[in-house]
């Protein structure tokens, strides 16, 4: 099934919008743009290590992440998309995938050939630049979670996370006030954290005793914004986000 | 291979029942918790809570009873590359 958008539908144009108001060329150019439309379940690959696509992958709704298996088994992930992102833009010029993308959820996905974004790159240069930034700061976030990962102690990385994935949210319009819908279950976060589910849910059941959040089924809401920012170490700054107000 | 076990308890605020585990040399070489009925992703089990020399490692696996942590531990111990 193919389709286009209008802007208030597309996640994409939301985004770039945050960034800078379109022509209305380039705003035809993204409403226009073809896309092939799918829903994914839930813990489904959409793209593996070593494809060579010939499309990429917009999120409409859901959530997916973005993840590398060690030999002997292990799973590493080291991003979580969401509506907006295109996780695997970068196979637009790096032809084989050195990481995979599954979902999470189910996802709504649109697939956009190349060749379509090609087309769309050469006629409207602003729209080039802000994919390019996009995976820029995909490359920020990467830095930030190794930092994350590598030095902050469980307790302060489950906050930091929580603090990326709220902003983020609220970015794109699917936070409000303090809560979001997080379909992310302890095992997911275990694999995104580096440590055990075990270590993962004693640390949910020490933050929910401590009232830094509140979960009920996959809602999470933030009940202290100020102290859980201030125990995840967390500054929006690497978000690049256009509206720091949103972040503070 | 046998290994000694030793109860402990262990100070992890959350399960505190525990076992030490010594190699044939009388060496401390892990610690396992019983994972208590709180524990929302694996009740009754028996965690890795910290390894020691080959034991330890970004692994922290879960086990049904001691005898399978014991088989893992000492597959551990016993593993050379």
């Given amino acids: 099934m193919h389709a286009s958008f209008l802007s208030q539908d597309n996640p994409m144009i939301r985004k770039i919008e945050s960034v800078f108001t379109l022509t209305d060329d380039e705003r035809q150019a993204l409403e ?4 092939q439309l799918a829903v994914i379940k839930d813990d489904q690959d959409i793209v593996r290590e070593g494809d060579r696509p010939s ?4 999120i409409l709704s859901g959530f997916t992440a973005t993840y590398k298996i060690s030999g002997d088994g292990k799973r590493q992930i080291m991003n979580f998309s969401i509506a907006g992102d295109i996780p695997d833009l970068q196979s637009l010029h790096l032809k084989v995938l050195d990481c995979s993308i599954g979902t999470l959820s189910t996802c709504r996905v649109g697939f956009i050939t190349h060749e379509a974004l090609r087309d769309l790159c050469e006629r409207c240069p602003r729209i080039t630049a802000a994919f390019w930034r996009e995976t820029l700061i995909e490359a920020a976030i990467f830095r930030e979670w190794l930092l994350n990962v590598g030095r902050r102690e469980a307790y302060n990385r489950v906050a930091h996370l929580f603090c990326e994935l709220l902003v983020r949210l609220r970015a794109v319009g699917l936070a409000k006030d303090d809560a979001c819908d997080l379909p992310i279950t302890q095992g997911e976060l275990a694999d995104a954290f580096g440590i055990s589910t075990v270590h993962v849910n004693r640390v949910l059941q020490q933050m929910r005793a401590d009232g830094l959040i509140v979960t009920k089924g996959t809602r999470l809401t933030i009940p202290d914004w100020d102290r ?18 949103e972040a503070a | 291979m046998s290994l000694p076990f030793q109860p402990v308890r262990v ?14 040399h009388h060496r401390l070489v892990a610690v396992l918790a019983h994972l208590s009925e709180d524990n929302e992703v694996s009740p009754g089990q028996w965690y890795l809570e910290a390894g020691f020399g080959r034991s330890n490692g970004p692994s ?8 399978m942590a014991q088989e893992w531990i000492a597959q551990r111990l016993a593993y050379r590359p």
């Fill in chain 2, 60 to 67: 922290h696996p879960t086990f049904a009873d001691l005898d």
């Fill in chain 2, 11 to 24: 100070g992890n605020d959350f399960d505190e029942e525990g076992m030490l585990v010594f190699n044939s």
């Fill in chain 1, 55 to 58: 499309r990429s992958c917009l």
């Fill in chain 1, 32 to 35: 226009n743009l073809p896309m």
């Fill in chain 1, 228 to 245: 859980l920012k201030e125990v995840g170490e967390f500054t929006p700054g690497y978000l690049h986000l256009e509206q720091p107000e």
